[in-house]
């Protein structure tokens, strides 16, 4: 009997690790920089834009996971600036660790991550943005890729909310 419980409480800690230790798919993630002599073994995952064209090395765990991202608004189009654009709305822990981070390291660069595929960069810029719990992402206009990113978001939101 002994040995079943000890065998059990074994399982149970390791499943429990393993969901403790399991890399994010999916949120805003700082972009880890280092000098090209050194090797990226151990100081994070490489991840790649939808077209393969850029590489990122950022850390396991987001600045932001998804499981923060409370709601999306609908896009828009301006037309005058030629942009597409929408909002994704965060808790106020998820941005109160953003403003804490580039308030402590003002250069840090942000990357959106959605589904291991990197969408874009994030300016750390707009501050506005950041005192109404927001982050707008933006396009050129009628952009495909910002379609295929607001589907995205919207899914895993309401995936969450069910």
């Known amino acids: 009997m002994t040995c079943r419980c000890v065998f059990l409480l074994i399982v149970i800690g390791c499943i429990t690790c393993s969901f403790t230790y399991a890399q994010e798919s999916t949120g805003i993630f700082a972009i880890i920089k280092l000098d090209k002599k050194y090797k990226t073994k151990g100081y994070g995952r490489k991840v790649y834009t939808r077209n393969n064209r850029e590489r990122f090395l950022i850390p396991d765990q987001a600045l932001i996971g998804s499981a923060q991202f409370i709601a999306i608004r609908p896009m828009e189009h301006d037309l005058r600036a030629l942009i597409s654009y929408f909002d994704i709305i965060v808790s106020a822990e998820g941005m109160m ?12 660069e942000l990357i959106l991550l959605i589904d291991n ?11 506005e943005d950041f005192k109404l719990n927001k982050i707008t992402i933006a396009s050129p206009i009628k952009d495909i890729d910002l ?3 607001h589907t995205q978001l919207e899914e895993i939101i309401k995936a969450r909310e069910k």
Do not use: K, Y
């Open 97 to 108: 660790r953003l403003r804490n981070t580039i308030t402590a390291l003002p250069d840090t």
């Open 147 to 149: 379609q295929w990113a």
């Open 117 to 127: 595929t990197v969408f874009g960069r994030i300016s750390t810029r707009s501050e």
